[in-house]
């Protein structure tokens, strides 16, 4: 059974950071490019960051570049969103997205940055 598990997410005050993980189970993992997509109230979904399978290489939106990172463990089956220097535009739903032969989703964790 396919399985995207994200956790890390929370209240955060402006300028604060989260790391998100997704933890992957029930396909090849490492075959897989993962990326991490968002979806803040009223607005549709849209690709955040993005991590080849391979050689890891990565791809953000603008508004991310420069404070959020994304990584892989292939060993743990695990995906990474390091998310630094948060903004309240930031709050959103965050899912985790595998993507080759079939594409999965996972269910989500919500980011919520204020003060």
Known sequence: QVQLVESGGGLVQPGGSLR?????SG?????YRMSWYR?????ERELVAEITSGDSNT???DSVKG???ISRDNAKNTVYLQMNNL????TAVYYCHAAAYMTYWGKG???TVSS
């Open 67 to 69: 404070r959020f990172t």
């Open 27 to 31: 396909f090849t993992f490492s075959s």
């Open 87 to 90: 903004k309240p535009e930031d």
């Open 59 to 61: 791809n953000y939106v």
């Open 109 to 111: 964790t919500l980011v």
């Open 20 to 24: 998100l993980s997704c933890a992957a």
């Open 39 to 43: 979806q803040a109230p009223g607005r």
